[in-house]
């Protein structure tokens, strides 16, 4: 990847800084435009840096994504499985569910076809959470056939379903809870 100049750097920055307070107040449609002009740029400016609003996404959440990665690794080691995989995704659902603009980049873009999505939201957290997930199953703490990815499109799903909801943490946490039920194997 070439050097940028000092900037083309500060440009990145300032408009990193101004789309996440657009998106904070805004949601993920925040104005590309507005966005361009609080920042002192062009548009122009902001597609060089962002070609689409999921780039822009993508890197407004980067930091956040790599965190709940981080947290995830820390649980592999975890000797209650079930628990683990729970905390995990709890903490992503209260994330998806209350940091606008997040669960748009945690969806899928079934437009960008495969292995575009090596780097974005959704493939990250995807493959943090995999050692959870199948650790989870293999003590059977999760029902058969149930993987991360459909793990994480409940999340994704249950955030997108709450983002206007007047306590979307709570609302996210009790269908978060419904799920649970739904994918825990059932016992006799």
Do not use: K, Y
């Not at 997040?102 to 076809?113: E, K, N, Q, S, V």
């Not at 495969?114 to 003590?139: F, H, I, K, M, V």
């Not at 009790?174 to 994918?183: K, M, N, Y």
């Amino acid at each position: 990847m070439p050097v940028q100049r000092a900037d083309a750097r500060r440009n990145h920055a300032r408009l990193l800084a101004v789309a996440e307070e657009e998106i904070a107040a805004h949601g993920a449609d925040a104005s590309l435009e507005q966005i361009a002009r609080v920042a002192g740029v062009g548009s122009a400016t902001v597609r060089r840096h962002f070609p689409t609003r999921r780039a822009l996404l993508e890197a407004v959440f980067r930091e956040r994504v790599e965190t709940l990665c981080a947290h995830a690794r820390d649980l592999t080691t975890r000797a209650d499985t079930r628990a683990a995989l729970l905390e995990w995704l709890s903490a992503v659902t209260a994330d998806a569910a209350t940091i606008r603009g997040l669960a748009i980049a945690l969806t899928r873009d079934p437009a960008a076809g495969p292995g575009a999505q090596d780097n974005c939201c959704s493939a990250q957290l995807t493959e943090a959470g995999r050692p959870l997930a199948r650790r989870a199953a293999d003590d059977g703490a999760l029902a058969p056939g149930v993987t991360i990815d459909d793990l994480l499109a409940l999340i994704t799903g249950i955030a997108l379903a709450t983002e206007h909801h007047p306590d979307p943490a709570a609302e996210a946490d009790r269908l978060f809870g419904l799920a649970v039920a739904g994918v825990s194997p059932h016992r006799p």
